[in-house]
């Protein structure tokens, strides 16, 4: 094998181990809160993949839920698309606001496994 | 952590206002019910006009002569009240458990005028609480249970502003703030923070009695 073509290889390598990792959100630390414009409180922290190792979460769909007329359908996902597109910034269509959406997912979760953040700045740190 | 949370969020959120409502409902019927046995001429001369007239006087600042007599005070305590009532009702972190709780939500204060709001509310705590070591004429009608009442006004105002900055403690605090809260909600009919409910009884007894018996006014 050529060196060339060697470095071609490495360099294909190198290129799809960054884009991979970036879109598997490996270095998420705060939600991304620029779709409510002025946001009143700090963007939330959380830390994608060491939040789910923490909490054993395999499944997607615990938190990346699909609902349709008000039932969760049990084996769709939603982690191809922003929270954004189904909850508005103000309720909408019976669908939670995006404040509210956030809240219930992660506090109403947390609550029910009597683990994790429950107080405004435990998560909205300043 | 989330066992104390979820009692002092919960069941005892629910058992604060339960006792606040019943507890003013009881507490103005009480006041009717003991008017109707003890007194009831006062219905005959109670009037819609002279009632208004000095709820009116007494709600604007500097309309009555008290109040021009006093200027501090009558500032201090305009400030103090309105803060205390729009900040619980009106801040963002309440609406938020009112709309999780209930699907109902309002418009909310910004941040940072609840944040100076409170603090007005705190450091006229301080004031009424100088103001009763101070003041001779004060002093002399001051009893054990006006600090006490001080005390379960300014304890929910000091522990949310320590817990929204965030300081050490936060946790713990803000379970604080929940239980100062639910204190100051209970004592509102069961002590004399029931000014709340009566002072418009008051003042339109005062004012109907000085408009339509001694043919003069309350403010």
Redesign the interface.
Same mark, same amino acid.
């Given at each position: 094998m050529s060196k060339t073509v060697l470095v071609i290889k490495w360099a294909v390598f190198i290129l799809i181990f960054i884009t991979s990792s970036a879109l598997c959100q490996y270095d998420m630390v705060e939600i991304d809160n620029s779709v409510f414009g002025d946001p009143?409180?700090p963007p939330s922290v959380f830390e994608h993949d060491a939040h789910n190792e923490n909490a054993g979460l395999d499944e997607c769909n615990i938190c990346h839920h699909v609902y349709e007329d008000g039932k969760k359908l049990e084996y769709e996902s939603s982690e191809d698309m922003y929270c954004s597109d189904c909850h508005s910034v103000k309720s909408e269509n019976g669908s939670p606001?995006l $404040? %509210?959406a956030f809240?219930?997912n992660c506090?109403g979760c947390?609550?029910e496994q009597?683990?994790g953040p429950?107080?405004?700045?435990?998560c909205h $740190? %300043? | 952590m989330h066992t104390i949370y979820q009692f002092v969020s919960g069941p005892l959120a629910w058992i604060a206002f339960i006792l606040f409502a019943g507890g003013c409902i009881y507490r103005v019927a009480a006041l009717l019910h003991t008017v109707y046995q003890k007194e009831r001429f006062i219905f005959s001369y109670m009037s819609w006009r002279h009632s208004l007239n000095s709820i009116f006087h007494w709600i604007i600042p500097f309309a009555s002569v008290n109040s021009r007599k006093h200027p501090v005070m009558t500032v201090v305590t305009f400030v103090f009240h309105i803060s205390l009532i729009l900040v619980p009702i009106f801040l963002l972190s309440h609406i938020v458990l009112w709309d999780e709780a209930w699907n109902i939500t309002w418009p909310a204060l910004p941040d940072g005028l609840a944040d100076v709001m409170t603090v007005l509310v705190i450091l006229s705590c301080v004031f009424f609480l100088a103001r009763r070591i101070v003041l001779p004429e004060v002093k002399y009608v001051t009893s054990a249970s006006d600090y006490v009442i001080l005390a379960i006004v300014a304890a929910p105002f000091i522990t949310g502003f320590y817990a929204y900055h965030q300081w050490p403690g936060y946790s713990f605090v803000m379970i604080l703030h929940i239980l100062a809260g639910e204190i100051m909600l209970i004592a509102i009919p069961f002590s004399r923070l029931r000014h709340m409910l009566f002072s418009v009884f008051t003042r339109a007894y005062m004012g109907s009695e000085f408009g339509g018996v001694r043919h003069a006014r309350d403010w």
């Open positions: 009143a409180r606001s $404040r %509210k809240h219930m506090k947390h609550l009597k683990a429950v107080l405004c700045g435990e $740190r %300043k | -």
